[in-house]
């Protein structure tokens, strides 16, 4: 396997077509730091753009996941002089809000394999996945509550859609621990995998997830991931865009003679 990225922080490896994202702080058990944030950033870049990268595994070094933001960072922003702190923390907040919209956005299958705690911060990164796995040793809290602030990495937007409204507040709210089986029964994990396994289940998993047109892929995760906003003649405006755009791609037209083939082999 290959090293993509040049930055320790983050590690990326590819094999097969699958790209294997690595956080690497395990002392600090993963937690988001200003230059892990732009590492982060790049390989995600480099993920969605590269065509050989059918999908994508999010996962962490050491026994976490990812402890949500790193505290070094807070105690800075605490420390700025009073006229600076709101508009410090509208800048950070953009930086946040665009790796977390490249990974829910990727135009690809990306999974997180949750391999410890996944913290404030590093519970919004799972959910912005497609898919969460889970070991036994994963657990999740929303635990901003307990810093005075409010989940500010999509968690208000994409737990509600995993749990629904009332469960999201109650965890959202208490910011208590989720342990792994909890988690399953939720809908918050996926799939659960031994540990020593979990990162080797999750890639055979986005194996069996990306054989399709990467073009179809593509398209409809654009169009699901807004679903719930959408009205239902939005949606099928969006879905006929995109079934034209399919009509006119490699992949549909090879399947369709594949097919073809194929039955009239079976006639003869």
């Given at each position: 396997m290959a090293n993509d990225t040049a930055n320790?922080?983050?590690?990326?490896?590819?094999?097969?077509?699958?790209?294997?994202?690595?956080?690497?702080?395990?002392?600090?058990?993963?937690?988001?730091?200003?230059?892990?944030?732009?590492?982060?950033?790049?390989?995600?870049?480099?993920?969605?753009?590269?065509?050989?990268?059918?999908?994508?595994?999010?996962?962490?070094?050491?026994?976490?996941?990812?402890?949500?933001?790193?505290?070094?960072?807070?105690?800075?922003?605490i420390q700025a002089p009073p006229g600076e702190i709101a508009f410090n923390g509208w800048t950070r907040q953009q930086g946040v809000h665009h790796a977390q919209s490249l990974l829910h956005t990727m135009p690809k299958p990306t999974i997180a394999a949750v391999n410890g705690a996944a913290a404030g911060l590093g519970a919004d990164i799972a959910l912005a996945c497609d898919f969460i796995a889970g070991s036994e040793a994963a657990s999740f809290s929303w635990a901003y509550i307990h810093r005075g602030i409010v989940p500010d990495g999509g968690g208000m937007y994409f737990l509600p859609r995993r749990v629904g409204l009332p469960k999201a507040k109650e965890l959202i709210f208490t910011g208590r621990k989720v342990e792994a089986?909890?988690?399953?029964?939720?809908?918050?994990?996926?799939?659960?995998?031994?540990?020593?396994?979990?990162?080797?289940?999750?890639?055979?998993?986005?194996?069996?997830?990306?054989?399709?047109?990467?073009?179809?892929?593509?398209?409809?995760?654009?169009?699901?991931?807004?679903?719930?906003?959408?009205?239902?003649?939005?949606?099928?405006?969006?879905?006929?865009?995109?079934?034209?755009?399919?009509?006119?791609?490699?992949?549909?037209?090879?399947s369709v003679l594949a097919f073809l083939a194929r039955r009239e082999a079976a006639r003869s």
């Open positions: 320790d922080l983050v590690e990326l490896e590819v094999a097969d077509g699958i790209a294997t994202l690595w956080l690497n702080r395990p002392d600090k058990r993963n937690a988001m730091s200003d230059d892990m944030r732009t590492a982060f950033v790049e390989a995600l870049e480099h993920v969605a753009r590269e065509k050989t990268i059918r999908a994508m595994v999010l996962t962490g070094r050491g026994k976490g996941f990812c402890a949500g933001g790193d505290v070094a960072g807070m105690e800075r922003r089986g909890e988690a399953l029964a939720l809908g918050i994990v996926d799939r659960t995998f031994d540990a020593d396994a979990l990162v080797a289940g999750a890639r055979e998993w986005a194996v069996e997830l990306s054989k399709g047109s990467r073009t179809a892929l593509a398209l409809g995760k654009t169009i699901l991931n807004q679903s719930f906003e959408l009205s239902a003649q939005q949606v099928f405006a969006q879905g006929s865009q995109a079934q034209g755009i399919c009509y006119t791609s490699a992949e549909h037209r090879e």
